[in-house]
């Protein structure tokens, strides 16, 4: 419990607490003296005896030099009977002066005790020493741990934190200064120096990345455009229904892949691609190539807004929504005052549902015929690709219906450009 603590308290704290320890000790042992001295009095100083006369002269030779008092001064007091007095030797010295007349004599004898400077002050004044001696050390630690070592540290402490967020600053020592802070101080700043040129080269070679992969997007996007044209253009040769529509179906195809390269060129994050825009540019590219001038509008509705995935996700369903659309566009919606179209994607504890559904009522071709076509082969593999399963039917006013159930992969660290 104690190691516990210790280790939680602050430098001022941890100093103040080492001089306290080791003054106790001798405030203790001041405090027992003093205890003692007061109780038992070993600590007072015997008194001389000297006999003098009523006159105040000493009888005899016994008189000390500067003992007593002038005689004048002592024959007053005693004239006056007074038992004690207070009074300075003529030595200068302030004693106290104890007077007992002898009996049957003339004389008196004069008990002479050297007296403090105060008489509030006596054998507690060793004890008042030890106690102010260490105030004055707890003092001096408080002062000079704030200036030498808390000041510092919390400047290093600032200029660290304005490192993490990514400051320009310049760093120099700060006075006043222990050495061992200030060469703390030096590391920091050769840290700081060391970590602004790491991250100015990481940054270069971020922007050199970004670089070099928008120009790849940018030239994967050409040349599958190229591929589109020149399946639009080798179809535009074929006299059979059967294999333009074949043609048709791989451009969309290749369509669906170069629609996701623009929007991985476009964003700044190469890693997410947003669904709701990117399958909307789908059905679009797709029933605008399929659109009938004379015949009705296509309507077609998306909700995917909250979705976000890698390109992994992005290309199979991509390609699932075309070929969903082309087989709902094969059927003859001619007699539909209204074709629609509804796509909605949506996830729920990391389960993703994609369903295409053909709304206009009447139906042409019923779903288990398309499930012989090679588009539905290709929708079973992506689904499959995905981990998931394919489930088409006839909705319930007559159009198809595609079900598409996947886990959605863990979210992977964005990427910006």
């Not at 005693?78 to 009996?103: E, K, N």
């Not at 929007?263 to 009938?292: A, P």
């Amino acid at each position: 419990m104690w190691a516990a603590w210790w280790a939680t308290r602050s430098l001022r704290t941890k100093l103040l607490t080492v001089v306290a320890l080791a003054f106790l000790p001798v405030v203790a042992v001041s405090a027992g003296y003093t205890i003692a001295s007061e109780r038992y009095g070993f600590d007072r100083t015997q008194p001389t005896a000297i006999v003098v006369a009523r006159t105040g002269i000493p009888v005899g030779a016994q008189d000390p030099p500067g003992l007593l008092p002038p005689d004048s001064r002592l024959a007053k007091a005693i004239a006056a009977d007074q038992a004690s007095v207070v009074d300075y030797g003529t030595d200068g010295q302030l004693r106290q002066f104890q007077l007992v007349p002898i009996p049957g004599a003339d004389t008196v004898a004069v008990l002479a005790r050297p007296l403090p400077l105060s008489p509030s002050i006596g054998s507690w004044a060793v004890l008042a020493v030890a106690t102010t001696a260490l105030a004055i050390a707890l003092l001096a630690v408080w002062f000079g741990a704030d200036r030498w070592c808390i000041r510092p540290l919390r400047y290093i402490e600032d200029i660290a934190g304005r490192i993490v967020r990514g400051e320009a600053i310049e760093i120099a020592r700060r006075r006043p200064q222990t050495l061992e802070l200030g060469l703390m101080t030096d590391g920091v700043a050769a840290m700081a120096s060391a970590l602004a040129k790491r991250e100015a080269d990481l940054r270069a070679g971020l922007e050199q990345r970004d670089h070099l992969l928008r120009e790849l997007q940018h030239r994967v996007k050409n040349n599958l455009q190229m591929i589109v044209s020149l399946l639009n253009l080798q179809a535009g040769e074929i006299r059979s229904p059967r294999i333009r529509r074949l043609f048709r179906d791989a451009q969309h195809r290749v369509l669906a892949l170069s629609i996701l390269h623009v929007h991985l060129y476009e964003r700044s994050n190469w890693s997410l691609v947003d669904f709701q825009e990117f399958i909307g540019d789908v059905v679009r590219q797709v029933t605008l190539s399929r659109q009938d001038a004379a015949g009705p509008s296509l309507r077609y509705h998306i909700r995917a807004s909250s979705l976000t995935a890698g390109p992994d996700i992005a290309i199979p369903v991509g390609l699932i929504v075309t070929e969903a659309v082309n087989a709902i566009l094969d059927n003859d919606v001619s007699a539909t005052a209204m074709p629609e179209i509804d796509i909605d994607m949506s996830e729920k504890g990391g389960i993703v549902e994609l369903t295409i559904a053909d709304l206009a009522p009447g139906l042409r071709n019923p779903a288990k015929e398309r499930l012989r076509t090679f588009g539905m082969t290709l929708v079973r593999g992506l689904a499959m690709q995905l981990s998931g399963e394919l489930h088409v039917s006839n909705g319930a006013e007559g159009g198809l219906r595609f079900v598409v159930i996947f886990p959605m992969p863990a979210a992977a660290e964005p990427v910006a450009a």
